[in-house]
């Protein structure tokens, strides 16, 4: 059985002790990251069993690949980027493009809103004609704005990941958003 104190290690401590031997650690990285992991993926894909099968995959290459993982290094950006590289390849052999679902306050924030019938309908209107825009946006700039803003990463992180330099994230940032507005602008929201 895993002590409490497994809860406020850090995951490359836990990572370390599953490289030495003690695999049923690695439990303690699936439960931390399982739900993380498959809110991102759910950015990229629609289908339910897609998704649990995916997320299913990812973890299973974390774990073959977990004695390759450097220690010094932060385990997050690293089990995301296995599971950046697995999303894409299984959207090239669907040949699918990913699904956009966000909330619009993260990008559009307003003082206050509403809770009424009318206002709920009103916001899923929103979020379905936002989820357009953010489809149309190209790929190098989504991901970015999901990761960050979604899945709340700090740019080293997303740089990581993306393997791209700190700062080619926040011009990527900054430019998304820019082209995000404008693309919302155009069919009116």
Aim: charged share 35%.
């Amino acid at each position: 059985m895993l002590g409490n104190n497994i809860n406020y290690e850090r995951d490359e401590e836990v990572v370390k002790r599953v490289q030495d031997g003690d695999t049923e650690s690695f439990g303690v990285l699936v439960e931390r990251y399982e739900v993380k992991i498959k809110r991102y993926a759910r950015k990229f894909l629609s289908n339910v069993e897609d998704i649990a099968d995916i997320v299913q995959e990812i973890f299973i290459k974390a774990f073959t690949n977990i004695r390759s993982f450097d220690t010094d290094k932060k385990f997050s950006s690293w089990l995301y980027r296995i599971a950046h590289n697995e999303l894409v390849n299984v959207l090239k052999k669907k040949g699918k493009n990913p699904l956009a679902f966000f909330d619009p306050d993260t990008f559009f924030p307003h003082p206050i809103a509403k809770e009424t019938a009318d206002g709920n309908v009103k916001n899923s209107e929103i979020r379905k004609a936002l989820d357009k825009c953010l489809d149309e946006l190209p790929a190098r700039y989504r991901e970015p704005l999901i990761l960050y803003y979604i899945e709340e990463l700090d740019y080293k992180e997303i740089a990581d990941i993306m393997h791209v330099p700190i700062s080619t994230i926040g011009v990527r940032l900054k430019r998304g958003k820019k082209i995000l507005k404008s693309i919302c602008k155009k069919i009116g929201i």
